[in-house]
């Protein structure tokens, strides 16, 4: 099983202890709690008075957008979650009714998860592969919110890009190797669960296609892709370049994740406290604890207090989000330009790509 704390570098899931307590009565109840413990001498926490400091106009996405037009930000980092893919027609993970752990039962899991854990795989690989099998990639088209990141770093403002999703869209959409952290690894290539001999992607499609768990050609061990089940350590260079890397950034953008995996998650507290941070998502995602709001700490998003000078949520659709923020900066004719015209060689390159009924795949 995956750890619950998220203290290592192997994924695992957070929110339930923050779901129990942003309900509304809870805020009554904590409010009391504060009163009363003000009553002997603790005072609600001031935030980093740092943190105070406006490096935004205005906390909106007019106020990100002119940030980026007075050219005070050159090392944007962008992360990344399934949300940019579904308009790809690859579903997500937690969606009610699309998302993938909603459409599982056939599998007959203990739970949904199961099925990227390891110690289940371990057991019984057999459904990991089935719904491999089923989700197979027919198509790979990035979307209108790759080819916006393509851009920023076309336009040299791109520091990284962090993704947890491993349908590779990125690397298709021209961002380089180099400027990617793939860090829930990457179904590209697979290793020997017992001699860590390698195998290509050609090679693991075919034993997929033909049904068959795929064992190893020398010691006959199970062969995995090399995606990061629950369990699993995440690649090295995630910790890597998280260290190098945040500290620079002057704007990070989050698009289309619920934040709830961890180590990925709270590497959104990395940047500075005056980093202005942009989400871009159906819904508002990685907000701090009510509690440690109401005491004025904490991490994680601020976007709704009085005091946030620097969090912005524009809710909707990535693709949109992007095109919108695109439009604002000017870049709108030459954003839709290049989707058509890499579109258009993908298709050239693979006629299949064209047939949009055709399913993608988040594996
Ligand atoms: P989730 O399915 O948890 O979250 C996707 C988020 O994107 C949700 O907040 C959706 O509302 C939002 N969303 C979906 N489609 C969108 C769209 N077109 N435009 C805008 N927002 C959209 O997916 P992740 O956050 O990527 O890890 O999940 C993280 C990790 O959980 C995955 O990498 C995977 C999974 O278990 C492992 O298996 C280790
Ligand atoms: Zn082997």
């Given at each position: 099983m995956a750890s619950a704390d998220g203290n290592d570098d192997k994924p695992s899931v957070s929110g339930t202890f923050s779901e129990m307590l942003n309900s509304s009565k809870m805020d009554e109840i904590l409010e009391g709690m504060i009163g009363y413990f003000q009553n002997f001498g603790f005072h609600r926490g001031e935030s980093d008075s740092k943190s105070k400091e406006k490096v935004l106009d205005e906390p909106t996405l007019d106020g990100i957008v002119k940030y980026i037009q007075d050219q005070k930000c050159k090392n944007i980092i962008t992360m990344a979650g399934a949300g940019i893919s579904t308009s790809a027609g690859i579903p997500d993970f937690r969606s009610p009714g699309s998302g993938l752990y909603h459409n599982?039962?056939?599998?007959?899991?203990?739970?949904?998860?199961a099925i990227f854990e390891i110690d289940f795989f371990l057991e019984n690989p057999q459904p990991f592969f089935a719904l491999a099998k089923e989700l197979y990639p027919g198509s790979f088209k990035p979307t209108i919110s790759h080819y916006f990141l393509r851009m920023l770093h076309d336009k040299g403002l791109l520091l990284r890009h962090y993704t947890q999703n491993i349908d590779t869209l990125e690397r298709v959409a021209g961002i380089p190797g180099e400027k990617l952290v793939e860090a829930h690894g990457t179904f590209h290539t697979s290793h020997c669960l017992k001699c860590k001999k390698e195998y290509s992607l050609e090679w693991m499609k075919e034993r997929i296609f033909a049904d068959a768990v795929p064992t190893c050609e020398d010691c006959n061990g199970v062969v995995k892709p090399d995606i990061v089940f629950f369990g699993e350590s995440l690649p090295a260079r995630f910790s890597q370049k998280v260290s190098e890397d945040f500290s620079k950034c002057d704007l990070l953008i989050i698009l289309g994740s619920s934040l709830i995996v961890q180590p990925f998650a709270s590497i959104i507290d990395r940047v500075k406290p005056t980093c202005p941070r942009l989400l871009i998502n159906r819904e508002k995602t990685g907000q701090r604890d009510r509690v440690m709001q109401l005491m004025g700490m904490g991490a994680g998003m601020d976007f709704d207090s009085s005091e946030n000078t620097r969090d912005v949520a524009w809710i909707g659709d990535c693709d949109n989000g992007c095109q919108v923020m695109a439009k604002k900066l000017g870049w709108e004719d030459e954003l839709l330009k290049l989707v058509e015209e890499e579109h258009a060689k993908i298709d050239a390159e693979n006629p299949k790509s064209k047939d949009s009924d055709e399913k993608g795949s988040n594996l």
């Open positions: 599982l039962e056939k599998y007959k899991l203990p739970d949904p998860q």
